[in-house]
C-alpha cells in the first residue's frame, strides 16, 4: 500500500510509526476470519495524521490528505480520532480501515 500511495503522488506514505507529521501511515495488517482453505479475510488501518492544534486548520488539511488517500486507495471507513496519545502532544488524525485477503502460504 505505501509503494502504491508514494507512486500515485502521496509521497508522505510510510510504514514508520514514529515519522513526524503530517504522514500516511499503513499499519499492521489484523486478520479477522477465514476465507475457507485458501485465504483469510483482514483490515488494514490507515492513519492520516497531522501536525497540533487540533484546530480548523488542521481540519482541512486532514479532509484534503484523506481525498488523496481515497483517490489512490478508494474508499474506506474513516473516523476522527488523535495519534500517539504518547507523544507530547497527540496528533490530530483519521483512521480509514481497508478491508484485504491474504492468500494461505500453504495452499
Same mark, same amino acid.
Given at each position: 500500500?505505501?509503494?502504491?500511495?508514494?507512486?500515485?503522488?502521496?509521497?508522505?506514505?510510510?510504514?514508520?510509526? $514514529? @515519522? &513526524?507529521?503530517?504522514?500516511?501511515?499503513?499499519? +499492521?495488517?489484523?486478520?479477522? /476470519?477465514?476465507? %475457507?482453505? *485458501?485465504?483469510?479475510?483482514?483490515?488494514?488501518?490507515?492513519?492520516?495524521?497531522?501536525?497540533?492544534?487540533?484546530? $480548523? @486548520? &488542521?481540519?482541512?488539511?486532514?479532509?484534503?490528505? +484523506?481525498?488523496?488517500?481515497? /483517490?489512490?486507495? %478508494?474508499? *474506506?471507513?474513516?473516523?476522527?480520532?488523535?495519534?500517539?496519545?504518547?507523544?507530547?502532544?497527540?496528533?490530530?488524525?483519521?483512521?480509514?480501515?481497508?478491508?484485504?485477503?491474504?492468500?494461505?502460504?500453504?495452499?
Amino acid at each position: 500500500m505505501v509503494d502504491k500511495l508514494v507512486a500515485n503522488g502521496v509521497g508522505i506514505a510510510t510504514t514508520e510509526p $514514529a @515519522a &513526524a507529521p503530517p504522514f500516511v501511515l499503513v499499519g +499492521l495488517v489484523t486478520t479477522t /476470519a477465514t476465507e %475457507g482453505i *485458501g485465504a483469510w479475510a483482514a483490515t488494514i488501518p490507515v492513519t492520516i495524521a497531522v501536525p497540533p492544534p487540533g484546530d $480548523a @486548520a &488542521a481540519g482541512a488539511a486532514l479532509e484534503e490528505l +484523506l481525498e488523496q488517500v481515497y /483517490a489512490v486507495l %478508494g474508499f *474506506g471507513p474513516a473516523r476522527p480520532t488523535i495519534y500517539g496519545a504518547d507523544r507530547d502532544a497527540p496528533l490530530p488524525a483519521y483512521q480509514i480501515t481497508y478491508p484485504a485477503s491474504i492468500p494461505n502460504p500453504a495452499c
